[in-house]
């Protein structure tokens, strides 16, 4: 038999809670966060009041990609660049490359668990406020 570690409800409340904190004190810049397994189905996701369409898709989008590929999504957009690809050759529309997620691992295997990411700010301040969310985790 197999134990798999996964992702608890309270640690992904725990890591959205901080996220919403940070990111809220500055309401003028709303953004969108995402939080998805290591398969990437959705596990929690919130978005700020007047947080535009675009920001909503891609958050989810590139915390997919990031758990999907098992790296954090600038080093995941770095790697097709390096290879001459595009996410286009992949053949999975979910898939994008922008920075913005940041992959969770378990600290005793190195097993992805999910992601976490953030769409709406500049790409560094949307992987900062990913990395918030897994530093609260609790891993």
Do not use: H
């Not at 966060?33 to 535009?52: F, H, K, P, Q």
């Amino acid at each position: 038999m197999y134990s798999k570690p996964m992702l608890s409800l309270d640690q992904t409340q725990r890591a959205m809670s901080a996220m919403i904190a940070k990111a809220t004190q500055e309401p003028d810049r709303p953004v969108a966060m995402a939080i998805v397994d290591d398969e990437g189905n959705l596990l929690s996701y919130a978005r700020m009041d007047n947080c535009r369409p675009n920001p909503q898709t891609f958050a989810i989008r590139k915390a997919y990609t990031s758990a999907l590929s098992g790296v954090d999504s600038a080093a995941y957009s770095e790697r097709l660049k390096s290879q001459g690809r595009t996410v286009s050759d992949f053949g999975n529309p979910n898939l994008v490359s922008a920075q913005g997620a940041v992959v969770i691992t378990d600290p005793a295997s190195g097993a992805v668990l999910g992601a976490i990411g953030v769409s709406g700010l500049t790409a560094q301040e949307d992987e900062d406020l990913s990395r918030l969310g897994v530093e609260n985790l609790g891993l």
